[in-house]
């Protein structure tokens, strides 16, 4: 039997590539860079063979009002709480705006 009870929206923030005073952050890769770190952070049993080439569903590069951004899913705490205090102390460390976001699915 299927569970019909709606799932919870999304709880994430996102990490933009812009210092505190709006200066692009170095290197260019850094957003691909992190998610990498973080790949292999993911659900109990998912990604299979290949998962080692692929970005955790909770840390992934995305772009953000035209600035290479890096999402993170608040589940990422509950999963291992060391890789979401990384995550933090990364922006934090290099005075990377946060924004908190609920990021929604696109519309069927």
Known sequence: MADSAPK??????VIQGLTSEG?????????E????????????GAGGPNAHLQYS???RP??????KSVVIDEELR?????AY????????????QVIRACILPDPK
Do not use: I, Q
């Open 33 to 44: 860079r992190l998610c990498g770190v973080m790949s292999c952070f993911r659900p109990e």
């Open 78 to 82: 509950e999963v291992e709480p060391l």
């Open 62 to 67: 995305t772009v953000f009002n035209g600035v």
């Open 8 to 13: 919870p929206l999304a709880r994430e923030f």
């Open 23 to 31: 200066k692009p952050f170095r290197p260019s890769d850094w957003a």
């Open 57 to 59: 569903p909770y840390v």
């Open 85 to 96: 205090h990384f995550v933090l102390n990364f922006a934090k460390d290099n005075d990377l």
